[in-house]
């Protein structure tokens, strides 16, 4: 057989014995152990090969704010630290960010990504349009798709629905909804429900947001989404009200959002450091428990969310990263969990989003991602470096393992 590129000894997550990936016209032909070739190949080393990793929910619009706006110490007042800083931004700023968050992702082993980005009457489409030029100049890469949503919030907020009906008529792939902004939480989850109907596209609602486990909006979501049937087309972020839930509690929490097919992307990153700020000890975590939900049936995902900015005043966009610093505050232990952390990155990342194409297999796209590991757990417990990447066949960045120098 001719190949293009032929990858020699790589592990798939899940599968026992080594295999060799061979790949022509930007596709996967062949995916077996040891295939016979005239050309030699490129040896993998035993190395763990992804699809590429996939991040479900991130703000390109408001990343990299770094200095430009103070810190939140709770969700409201990084919602108003960025609306003031927002009414600065203009397009060339907001993909001059966009694209330094971007370009870390894909150096990050990241080939697909949803992002939000906040439309409403004072900034209009003046973001949406930086990410849309985006999303067209970066395709080398990454796949991206664009989540319009109210971030101020659609109902208490005069003339926000008009632009966010503007921006889905403009190409937005899905919308998005922050009810715990507006006074009437299930008012605003109805309207984003009408809006999906309409435009016959998925949403990803941020939700439940607190560490009051009574009076979730998850179960209205669910209603919703049985009631529309937009079963599986729905995902929620953060709903750290999860986390302070009783098992018995989550338990039922979790078998709706099974049944209803509403899927969870967990976001550790922003919800430690938003969440708990009234205790001056023992400050509780607010990291929903994306394993244990992903055990019991539930689409999940682990995800960014936000870089630099008042919501969140770190990040290097990785996503091995981001699992690691979940199976920390999870206190994941076993070789099986571990690995599930990966594929919250990965695999579940990918049924979330309802990706086509997406995993190592012939006829697929050959987008993979080489990690410095043996195996799925190991990737996560050592935050296992991205060493190179291909997107379609083309090798999109590079990052040499680094090296000891010992003396001669
Ligand atoms: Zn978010």
Known sequence: MMFDHLFRNARLPGRGEAVDLGIRHGRFVAVEPAIEAAMPGEDLGG????????ETHLHLDKACLFGRCACGSNVQEAIAAVAGAKRGFTEDDVYERASRALERAILQGTTRIRTHVEVDPRIGLTSFRALKRLKADYAWAVDLELC???????????????VLEAALLEGADLVGGVPYVDKDRNGQIARIFALARRFDVDIDFHLDFDLDPADASLFEVCRMAEATGWQGRVAIGHVTKLSAMAPEAFASAAKRLREAGVAVTVLPATDLFLT???HDRD????VAHAHRLAAMGVTCSISTNNVLNPFTPYGDCSLIRMANLYANVAQVSDETDLATCLDLVTGSSARL?????YGIAPG???????????SPAEAVATLAPPLFGLKAGRRTFERPAPRLLREA
């Open 47 to 54: 190395r763990l090969v992804v699809p590429g990793l996939v």
């Open 148 to 162: 319009a949503f109210p971030q101020e919030g659609l109902l208490d907020d005069p003339g926000c629905e008009e």
């Open 276 to 278: 708990g700020r009234d």
């Open 283 to 286: 400050v509780p975590r607010g």
């Open 353 to 357: 989003m309802r990706l086509d194409g």
């Open 364 to 374: 697929h796209a050959a987008d993979m991602v080489v990690l410095d590991a043996s």
